[in-house]
């Protein structure tokens, strides 16, 4: 079993910047590929992004592209997700969450959840 703690939302004007943390325990962590997804009210969650096991590999979605950087540290068993340039759109709780699978597709079950934070861009 794995436990996902986010941290780090909040609000935030257009243009500024937040840093997502998601710390993780249980199951090792470094055998997991970790994700974020977001879901705005009213809406579908939608996936942000996926880093591999070791943080060399990286994919996002088109919608934050240049904008949102996924990174782990897996001594501190910890994914951040920098986001830059944020914009009224991206407001939405973001989740994090871990997969066994090691695939980069972003359509791939995930097995844990995290319980989500909520970002808040004010235009």
């Known amino acids: 079993q794995v436990q996902l703690v986010e941290s780090g939302g909040g609000l935030v004007q257009a243009g500024g910047s937040l840093r997502l943390s998601c710390a993780a325990s249980?199951?090792?962590?470094?055998?997991?590929?970790m994700g974020w997804f977001r879901q705005a009210p009213g809406k579908e969650r939608e996936f942000v992004g996926k880093v591999n096991w070791s943080g060399g590999i990286t994919y996002y979605a088109d919608f934050v592209k240049g904008r949102f950087t996924i990174s782990r540290d897996n001594a501190k068993n910890t994914v951040y997700l920098q986001m830059n340039s944020l914009k009224f759109e991206d407001t939405a709780v973001y989740y994090c969450?871990?997969?066994?699978?090691?695939?980069?597709?972003?359509?791939?079950?995930?097995?844990?959840w995290g319980q989500g934070t909520q970002v808040t861009v004010s235009s």
């Open positions: 969450a871990a997969s066994r699978i090691a695939t980069m597709n972003p359509t791939v079950r995930m097995d844990y």
């Open positions: 249980g199951r090792t962590f470094s055998s997991l590929y």
